[in-house]
């Protein structure tokens, strides 16, 4: 059952409850009575939670090319689903989504999902071997991915921010985890219990409301978070016997402790730098055994065979580039479908996909308090149709030089200063709107 598992014990945090299926409950519909019950419209909502038991019911949802559910979606406890890809429609869902102990499952693919308004948990999948969500945006809750024995791969390739805890946790046979959009997590980061992985690259993260930790890989080479700014909870990399590279040269605000310890192929002197760099540590520093010499040219990633953690903020652009995927500024990396060409639902008020601001299911990407003001913007790409994105937690695509325009024109870079001032967060029983909780700025060059 989802939130069962205790792989994150040796942080001292206890594994979450989640709700549970209701499944056996008396009179609950069943996956094809739901499907067999929605309206007419372009993207139905499904009410009520939905229980995915067996491979029947999921074929019930692959006749839905665009769908959504009001409360939960929980696939679980099966033996002969192999994949999900019967659920290339659903766009959001209202609660959690929990994929756990499926026996024989091995893809995980959400193609279309843009957003939960809870969590998504992906625990106890032993034939688990790839987690694929490419245009997921936002978890309004927890992202978590617990012991899945045979996961190689966890893909979220535009998802922004997550609204509480970020925790995977055993593992073992992954070796590539992709979050190169992930600016902010208001809860903790936990990357534990990882035999193999090698490279963990975080190339857009900017905050973390909670503590962040990294432990007990033994196969980790480089840790690179080279926007990281501000983590309000303690840091703690530790018993991560081959790490080499530990990157987080912009760090400049922890509430807590800094301990780095245990890490045999890291120098004292790279951490030594890192901690003298920080311009407010809150609580205590300890950072021994770490046993490699000091070299004479710092460590990096590249180094020890990891692709380069390169950030997508500020990145600079030659005069005359433009964005590669035509008419929409903001989605021109063409990672995710195009929001106005009819691949996917827009955000906005057309119809395809419950209205952000009314749902109370996931936090406006305007002016409502759930998520940093998009206008302008500051901290999260507007879903609607503007071209200006010039927030500083994604990266922002210039716009077409016109030909007109002198050849030698110089671009010279904007100083800005983003203040996320502190707030509430409070949830009501329905899993309603809940507050950033960000305090501290992040100054940086745009």
């Not at 693919?109 to 945006?137: D, M, Y």
């Not at 010039?390 to 007109?404: N, R, S």
Request: glycine share 10%; with cysteine.
């Amino acid at each position: 059952m989802v939130g069962g598992l205790s792989a994150c014990g040796d942080t001292g945090t206890a594994a979450p409850s989640y709700p549970a299926s209701t499944a056996a409950q008396s009179g609950a519909a069943t996956a094809a009575e739901q499907v067999a019950s929605v309206d007419g419209s372009a993207c139905p909502q499904i009410p009520d939670t939905v229980n995915i038991n067996n491979q029947a019911d999921l074929d019930a949802f692959n006749s839905l090319d665009c769908f959504t559910v009001e409360r939960h979606l929980f696939v679980q406890d099966t033996t002969d689903i192999v994949d999900l890809s019967a659920l290339h429609g659903l766009r959001s869902v209202g609660g959690y989504i929990g994929i756990a102990d499926n026996a024989e499952l091995t893809s995980a693919e959400l193609p279309n999902l843009v957003k939960t308004g809870e969590g998504l948990v992906f625990e106890g999948n032993l034939s688990l071997a790839s987690i694929s969500a490419p245009a997921l945006r936002y978890v309004k809750g927890n992202l978590h991915v617990f012991n899945n024995q045979a996961l190689e791969s966890a893909e979220f390739g535009w998802l922004i921010s997550v609204g509480e805890d970020v925790i995977f946790a055993g593992n073992n046979a992954m070796t590539s985890l992709e979050l190169p959009e992930l600016a902010t997590i208001m809860g903790q980061f936990i990357f534990e219990h990882s035999e193999v992985m090698t490279c963990l690259c975080l190339p857009n993260l900017v905050a973390v409301n909670g503590d962040f930790t990294v432990h007990f890989n033994p196969g980790l080479k480089s840790l690179a978070a080279p926007m990281l700014t501000t983590i309000w909870g303690d840091v703690t990399i530790e018993r991560n016997a081959a790490l080499e590279v530990f990157d987080m040269s912009c760090l400049e605000w922890v509430a807590g402790d800094l301990t780095v310890i245990y890490n045999h192929m890291l120098a004292q002197c790279s951490v030594e730098g890192t901690a003298a760099s920080i311009a407010h540590i809150g609580g205590d520093v300890v950072a021994s055994d770490n046993y490699a010499m000091c070299p004479e040219v710092p460590v990096t990633s590249q180094d020890v065979g990891c692709v380069e953690c390169v950030t997508g903020i500020c990145a600079p652009r030659e005069p005359g580039d433009a964005p590669d995927n035509g008419d929409v500024p903001d989605d021109d990396n063409g990672d995710v479908p195009d929001d106005d060409n009819g691949d996917m639902p827009d955000d906005g008020d057309d119809g395809d996909m419950p209205d952000d601001g009314d749902d109370g299911d996931m936090p406006d990407d305007g002016d409502d308090g759930d998520m940093p003001d998009d206008g302008d913007d500051g901290d999260m790409p507007d879903d609607g149709d503007d071209s200006d994105d010039d927030d500083a937690g994604v990266p922002t695509p210039t716009p077409p030089i016109e030909d007109d325009l002198p050849d030698d024109l110089v671009l010279e870079p904007i100083s800005a200063s983003f203040d996320l001032q502190e707030k509430e967060r409070s949830v009501d029983e329905a899993g309603g709107d809940s507050e950033l909780m960000n305090k501290t700025p992040f100054p940086y060059t745009l």
